[in-house]
């Protein structure tokens, strides 16, 4: 029953968030607070890792949160749910692609989804930052973010940097 119900949160993810990875937090945030099959720390985790791993965010997000529902096969399952909506959708589109390309009612649709999009991703990212604030996290964001605007370095210069801050924080169970 697990991995049915499984396969229908992920592929009700994948069929309804839109703009990317991190479209999906919303609805990864709403599964841990009412299936509590991983915690909201564990999903920030979960984000934090797939930020920084070779892949689409919300594919690796899935991953990781079937692996922390129900192991190996909540993993593929996850995965593979996450992705079908989107599978699906592009072989019916490709049909009619120069149809839908120039349909203004397509056009609008699209370019009103993208703020309310936006607006899902804030509210998810307040609430997360709000519930989950620690001394280190906090000098740390200061830190990086006073040196990103003055050293214009590639991202995943500074997510290298708070991935090891994190681990080693981890490793020695530094807290507030």
């Known amino acids: 029953m697990i991995y049915i119900n499984l396969f229908l949160q992920f592929f009700h993810i994948g069929l309804f968030s ?10 990864l945030y709403h599964i841990a607070e009412v299936q509590k099959w991983y915690t909201v720390k564990q999903l920030t985790d979960m984000i934090a890792i797939s930020s920084i791993t070779p892949g689409p ?12 529902t129900s192991g190996i096969f909540g993993a593929i399952i996850a ?4 992705i079908l909506p989107s599978y699906i959708l592009v072989i019916i589109i490709s049909k009619a692609l120069e149809q839908f390309e120039s349909n203004k009612n397509v056009r609008a649709a699209i370019y009103a989804l993208k703020p309310a999009g936006c607006g899902l991703l804030a509210a998810v990212g307040i609430d997360m930052f709000v519930n989950n604030v620690n001394l ?33 924080a981890g490793f020695l169970h530094i807290t507030n």
Not at 22 to 27: I, S
């Open 18 to 27: 839109f703009g990317g990875g991190y479209a999906t937090l919303p609805f």
């Open 57 to 68: 965010v919300g594919v690796n997000v899935a991953t990781f949160a079937g692996f922390a």
């Open 79 to 82: 995965t593979t749910s996450v």
């Open 136 to 168: 280190l996290g906090m000098f740390l964001f200061a830190i990086l973010f006073v040196v990103s605007m003055k050293q214009k370095r590639d991202p995943l210069f500074y997510l290298g940097i708070s991935a090891v801050t994190g681990l080693l």
